[in-house]
């Protein structure tokens, strides 16, 4: 799942934050390996999704 909410991001804990962007920057790793050996992704939108919900969690953390 790429995509977390700001509802969501406001009622997890600081661990569970950095446990969610670890999750979500393997699957942009994973999504990127897909890409650059040739093949088009499942799920074009998933670049998207996934890079904001990281900026999302990361503007979290910085507060």
Do not use: W, Y
């Amino acid at each position: 799942m790429t995509h977390v909410s700001n509802r969501e991001i406001a009622s997890m804990s600081s661990d569970a934050l950095v446990d969610r962007l670890a999750e979500l920057q393997e699957e942009l790793l994973q999504l990127r390996a897909e890409q650059s050996l040739g093949g088009t992704p499942s799920n074009m939108g998933a670049f998207k999704a996934c890079r904001r919900s990281i900026a999302r969690i990361r503007t979290k953390m910085a507060e």
